[in-house]
């Protein structure tokens, strides 16, 4: 009955740590430039021109969550926080999703400052390659003959695939 209950502690516990589910609509990143952008490609006209730019590689979507350490690291629900790069920014409230453009390697670091009306605390985005993580993986738990067949496949960064990590911004 021992193991019952303390299961059943375990559960809950569990339960409490996991993060809220994010319904609310994501909101999509404004270029601060207007006339250059086309859609939520910031660089759209200039590439349209023949201007050298990051290449567009479609849009990401960024979960942006705020918690607080005093209370056992808790979720933040309500919390405003802005995003912002030197082209777009965007505005969410906790627990949030935003969608922002996707330049590969040349993504910018996005920064984020959240309040929650008393308090101000800050997190960073960063883009990630997943296709080099993928491969890194697959190196480091293949045997021996498929890292020779890695070895000697040709990889090409810019048919990588990019991710921007999510923000967690940690009130203290």
Not at 48 to 61: D, E, K, L, Y
Not at 79 to 96: F, I, K, Q, W
Not at 130 to 138: D, K, L
């Amino acid at each position: 009955m021992k193991h019952i209950a303390t299961l059943c502690m375990a559960g809950v516990f569990l339960a409490a740590c996991a993060p809220l589910e994010v319904t609310t609509p994501a909101v999509t990143a404004i270029p601060f430039n207007q006339n250059a952008a086309v859609g939520i490609d910031v660089y759209g006209s200039d590439r349209a021109r023949g201007a050298t730019v990051p290449p567009f590689r479609g849009q990401s979507v960024i979960n942006v969550r705020a918690v607080d350490r005093a209370n056992r690291m808790a979720e933040l629900t309500g919390v405003t926080c802005t995003l912002r790069t030197d082209t777009y920014s965007a505005t969410v409230t906790t627990p949030g999703r935003v969608i922002v453009p996707n330049y590969g390697a040349q993504s910018p670091v996005i920064s984020a400052t959240c309040s929650d009306g008393v308090r101000q605390a800050t997190g960073t985005s960063t883009v990630t390659n997943v296709s080099a993580e993928e491969r890194a993986n697959a190196a480091t738990f293949e045997t021996t003959p498929a890292i020779g067949v890695l070895v000697g496949t040709i990889v090409n960064p810019s048919t990588d695939t990019y991710s921007y990590s999510d923000i967690r911004v940690t009130f203290r």
